[in-house]
């Protein structure tokens, strides 16, 4: 047999060590667990069913409603590859959206402009959250909501920070209510051309607020948050009254505002 000098030697060891350095993820990169159904499954052991998760999408944009969504996931049929909505390419949420409304209990709320106008944007996603656990199709016996606030709803609630990253019922709730919200904006961009809602979503980046100085505010943008009020004062000056700035709650910041798109 004719072997091939310029090949190099190796034994099991040295084979062993290449295969556990190529295992190895990059230096710097942080791996994330996803969202587990473990408290959930706690609490279907203990006779506790069904549990849902809710989650909104929008309190940090300028302009659009704020959608809550509520979700009971079967034990039975879960999607695979649920997660923090933000985690998610667009397309993958588009995906799991279709999965989740197939094999899940859904329901959906919006909070409106006007809602969000007079009583502020935490008090308004609040009240969508809500909305959406009572519009399920059958009551839970607890939910999950993610943040810090509970709602008001007529079960059991428990309040996770940051659970759209660590319960997978809340973590589907954030999907549902991301992608229907920007199937919303994208179509409020048909009504409303020029400001760029299909790509933004209505969040504050530079494209929109540029935009927004251009045109002045649309009957969509959100009257009291701090650029459009900028904006009205120099297109419709006449309309600008003095108001509480909108992420002030009870004299205290709303510090839980994300403008993720």
């Not at 072997?3 to 791996?31: F, H, L, M």
């Not at 209505?202 to 009257?223: C, F, K, T």
């Not at 900028?230 to 419709?236: D, G, I, L, M, V």
């Amino acid at each position: 047999m004719i072997r091939d000098k310029s090949a190099k030697k190796t034994d099991g060891k040295s084979e062993k060590k290449a295969g556990k350095e190529q295992a190895e993820p990059p230096k710097g990169v942080i791996a994330v667990a996803p969202p587990s159904f473990r408290r959930e499954r706690a609490l279907i052991k203990r006779g506790v069913w069904p549990v849902a998760g809710c989650d909104e999408a929008g309190r940090g944009p300028l302009a659009g409603p704020v959608v809550a969504a509520a979700v009971i996931l079967d034990p039975k049929r879960i999607p695979k590859g649920i997660d923090d909505s933000k985690r998610l390419t667009p397309e993958r949420r588009e995906e799991l959206f279709e999965e989740i409304c197939a094999t899940s209990s859904f329901a959906v709320a919006f909070a409106s402009t006007a809602r969000i106008d007079r009583d502020n944007i935490l008090r308004a996603s609040l009240w969508a959250l809500a909305r959406s656990v009572h519009a399920l199709p059958e009551m839970p016996k607890h939910v999950f909501v993610d943040g810090r606030d509970k709602i008001d709803a007529p079960c059991d609630c428990e309040a996770v920070i940051g659970g759209d990253g660590i319960i997978m019922s809340i973590a589907a709730a954030s999907i549902i209510a991301k992608v229907t919200r920007d199937r919303l904006m994208s179509a409020l961009a048909l009504d409303c051309p020029g400001y760029g809602f299909e790509t933004h979503k209505g969040y504050a980046v530079p494209e929109h607020r540029e935009a927004l100085d251009r045109l002045g505010p649309s009957i969509h943008h959100r009257r009291f948050f701090a650029p459009v009020i900028a904006a009205r004062q120099k297109h419709f000056p006449e309309t600008v009254e003095v108001e509480p700035d909108l992420f002030t709650v009870d004299g205290e910041i709303d510090s839980d505002i994300s403008v993720t798109i």
